[in-house]
């Protein structure tokens, strides 16, 4: 019975570290995931909301990508996937993926994470592209 | 073929239904004739199943883009390689792959237990069918069908993307695919035991090599998936704790915990139930897997309205899964009591019930973290999501504490250790660990969590080869035999126990690669042709590289190439020249985007990695000479290769523990006996 009991002991206290390594770890590391529309409500409501980092998904604006060759500075717009009226300025200072594409003729979603400097400029410290293998034309895309 | 192919599978459904009503029939009401015609349908399934593939493999080679799935997947231009290979490439055609690959197993299940073990076969046979079932009603009505027509024909496909055109992600999908599908097997026997009542440890005995082959794919697959992403997607890195990568870890870290919880069972008659659990939980999560990798769930909530009919069926899916197994282990609770207790704390059980718990205590943390931008959506309407920073803190401590136990697992006793046994056996070991900590720490070596990954790396390794040496020292001895005999036939005579720790080396080469990560360096600069970088490896090493030039490629239509561009970097270690290397960006013909190809060379301790991360593609491509300056990133990335080594050794340890044995085929059904005596006729391996 007392060998049970200390090992009872034993078990509840794996569950309770990794109980408490998740806890805090979400805590810790959380980021808000959201629209750009929903981004820019939050922010009109809580201007506080402007300095904390958030990971936001939206669509590449066409013809929007600006780069200066060798100063590693990218720079172009984002609007929602559904809204095409909400749109704000990125800024990244990294190589960008290969999936990042400005073409007409194609849809290129990012997901970035950063927040929005004093000029209004969102600073992404990270950009992904949506996945090629997960990328499908409509038969209307092929017909050309 | 490809009509005959669509056919085929508008056939194989009728033939999975009733063979899955037969078998179950034929199990209630003991009829073998409806068993052997229930197995028959398993057989007929996988042949239609075979024409079905043929079907869309023929759709490929013969550029049919009047099919949706070719016109998206394929081009004229296409390697037939990668054709056929197309089978795999996108969701429709894996899903019908996952069938090939399910049916396929479920033959060999049936043909292999054609002789023996006949009572469980009419409920394996119907559990089997249910799941080809399920994948065929996927296939034929939830949007997916691979043979589905376009209104028109288009004149060429859209192309397979560039970065899928490659040797490992060719071989990486069907990889996880026959790990998920081979464990379909212990699923269906758990069921049948359930349904017949013999839950003692047969069903495991008869499935445990199905489970260690399942497992051997699953961490195949996902070492190959690494490769590519290492080789392929250019960041440096290998793993990034995307919800995908995450989804294959899942039934992997289940699995490993079943392969580990079923010596209880079988030794010590404990952990019935949780043998149950673990079994349908494994199963439920490759069937998650499959869903997950194919459909878009959580990368972002707002594609998921695409795909809403086939994620419904899918979690329809899974919750009767779910239900039928609680259902039947409640049923079957009182015949799942415990033979023995453990007795101490300090025994090999109890090791073996905290490997458990940490293993699923890892499971919980990756899918609460893979699920929880669902999670914090439905329950607040404000989607939370977490990154690699929160999986790498939350399984470090626990990665930690599976190392630790990988080195005491095998050396404690059963049942209750004495003060003496834990001296004896671990007095050394842990001073070699410490011995390595204290090495390492005076070499410069700072970084905590590294530190202690590193002197328990080395304290397993120590167990490990200790046991290997006593064993080959005492079979010497008996046996009369040289030391290098004594030590193959040492493996031989117990595969399951030596193989299994093959595969802990391998495993704790693997964790001591991943400890290096915060050695890992990176260097960026733009630099222009004749001028040089320096790159300082952790290990003391000096990387010079000159950009020596460009070369375009333009139009190579022999090649498939729309535009290349290369850029050569002539490299110097220590002043040593080691050769020149490219580093290229490429645009393939119908593709959408470029892809990025690097130059590494690995060294046994470190790899050096060289991205062309940047260049004014626009001009050079123009041909202005004038636009030669391209932006490097250089990156030294210590013991990277040890993960491949530990791949390699993990599979090498898996094969031996898998590969039969006469010995143990004559002694299966008389394992399963609780409280077996004597400590050496115990398996004790993996």
């Avoid at chain 1, 060759?69 to 720079?75: A, L, Q």
């Avoid at chain 2, 046979?125 to 296939?139: E, M, Q, R």
């Avoid at chain 2, 190392?403 to 697992?409: F, P, S, T, V």
Wanted: aromatic share 12%.
């Amino acid at each position: 019975m007392k060998q049970n009991g200390r090992f009872m002991v034993g078990l509840v206290g794996v569950a309770a570290v990794v109980t408490y390594l998740v806890w805090t770890g979400v805590s810790d590391t959380m980021m808000y995931y959201m629209t750009p529309t929903e981004l820019i409500a939050k922010i009109d409501q809580d201007p506080t909301f402007r300095d904390v980092g958030v990971k936001v998904s939206g669509r590449l604006v066409v013809n929007s990508h600006e780069s200066e060759p060798g100063s590693m500075v990218h720079r172009f717009v984002i609007h929602d996937t559904d809204d095409e009226s909400v749109t704000f300025p990125v800024e990244y200072r990294q190589p960008l993926p290969d999936t990042f594409t400005d073409s007409p003729d194609m849809l290129v979603d990012v997901v970035m994470e950063g927040r929005f400097d004093e000029a209004g400029v969102f600073q992404a410290n990270s950009v992904l592209t949506k996945c090629g293998s997960r990328y499908e034309a409509s038969p209307e895309e092929l017909r050309t | 073929m490809n009509v005959l192919g669509e056919l085929a599978l508008w056939i194989a459904l009728p033939v999975s239904l009733f063979g899955m009503v037969l078998g179950f029939a034929g199990g209630r009401a003991r009829r073998g004739d409806l068993t052997l015609s229930a197995e028959r349908s398993v057989y007929a399934v996988f042949f239609l199943s075979v024409i079905a593939s043929l079907g869309v493999v023929d759709t490929f080679l013969n550029d049919r883009f009047e099919y949706w799935y070719v016109a998206n997947y394929s081009s004229r231009n296409l390697e037939t390689f990668f054709k056929v290979s197309g089978l795999w490439a996108g969701q429709r055609g894996s899903l019908l792959f996952w069938l090939l690959l399910l049916s396929c197993f479920a033959a060999i299940a049936v043909f292999s237990n054609r002789k023996k073990n006949r009572e469980f076969m009419p409920y394996v046979a119907g559990t089997l069918l249910t799941i080809t079932s399920f994948f065929l009603v996927v296939l034929l009505f939830a949007d997916v069908n691979p043979f589905e027509k376009l209104t028109f024909t288009p004149a060429d496909g859209s192309g397979l993307n560039p970065q899928l055109q490659n040797y490992w992600m060719t071989i990486h999908p069907p990889t996880l695919y026959l790990g998920f599908t081979a464990f379909t097997v212990p699923f269906a026997f758990a069921v049948a035991a359930l349904l017949n009542g013999r839950l003692d440890a047969r069903w495991i005995v008869i499935t445990r090599k199905w489970t260690l082959l399942s497992w051997f794919f699953l961490s195949n697959g996902i070492i190959f998936g690494m490769r590519w992403a290492y080789e392929e997607l250019g960041w440096g890195g290998y793993w990034f704790w995307d919800p995908v990568e995450n989804a294959s870890l899942l039934p992997w870290l289940t699995a490993t915990a079943f392969l580990h919880s079923i010596q209880i069972q079988e030794n010590r008659g404990m952990l019935k139930v949780w043998n149950m659990g673990l079994v349908i939980l494994t199963f439920l999560l490759t069937i998650f897997a499959t869903f997950l990798t194919r459909s878009g769930l959580i990368e972002s909530v707002h594609t998921f309205a695409q795909e809403l009919k086939i994620a419904y069926i899918f979690l329809g899916f899974m919750s009767s899964i779910l239900m039928v197994g609680l259902v039947l282990v409640l049923y079957r609770l009182p015949r799942l009591k415990s033979d023995n207790q453990i007795e101490s704390f300090l025994s090999r059980e109890s090791a073996f019930v905290f490997n458990n718990l940490i293993l699923l205590g890892a499971t919980f943390a990756v899918l609460w973290g893979t699920l929880l931008p669902l999670i914090s959506e439905g329950l607040t309407g404000q989607e939370i999501a977490v990154g690699p920073p929160f999986f790498n803190r939350v399984n470090l401590p626990i990665g930690l504490a599976l190392l630790a136990l990988m080195g005491i697992g095998p050396v404690i006793a059963w049942r209750r250790a004495s003060r003496r046994n834990l001296v004896r056996n671990f007095l050394r070991p842990v001073s070699v660990g410490l011995a390595t900590m204290l090495g390492l720490w005076i070499g410069g070596a700072r970084h905590a969590m590294a530190l202690v990954t590193f002197g328990l790396a080395a304290f397993v390794m120590t167990i490990i080869v200790v046991e290997f040496w006593k064993g080959t020292r005492a079979r010497a001895r008996i046996e009369g035999e040289g030391a290098f005999k004594a030590f193959l036939h040492l493996i031989a005579r117990n595969r399951r126990r030596w193989g299994g720790y093959i595969v802990h080396v391998g495993v704790v080469v693997i964790f001591t690669a991943f400890a290096a990560a915060p050695w890992y360096q990176e260097f960026l600069q733009t630099l222009e042709p004749g001028e040089v970088m320096v790159a300082e490896s952790p290990l003391g090493h000096t990387y010079e590289l000159t950009y020596e030039g460009l070369s375009t490629n333009i139009r190579d239509l022999e090649r498939n190439l729309d535009w290349q561009v290369t850029a050569l970097v002539s490299v110097q270690r220590d002043g040593e020249p080691l050769g020149t290397f490219t580093t290229e960006k490429r645009m393939h013909m119908n593709a959408e985007q470029m892809s990025t190809e690097v130059g590494i060379q690995s060294f046994p301790l470190e790899d050096l990695y060289i991205i062309l991360a940047d260049a004014d593609l626009g001009r050079i491509l123009q041909g202005d000479a004038a636009a030669q300056s391209v932006t490097f990133t250089v990156m030294v990335k210590p013991l990277v290769g040890w993960i491949w080594a530990g791949g390699l050794i993990l599979t090498l340890g898996s094969l031996i523990a898998m590969w039969p044995s006469a010995e143990r085929l004559r002694t299966a059904s008389s394992t399963g006996r609780a409280g077996m005596s004597g400590a050496e006729a115990l398996p004790t391996g993996d």
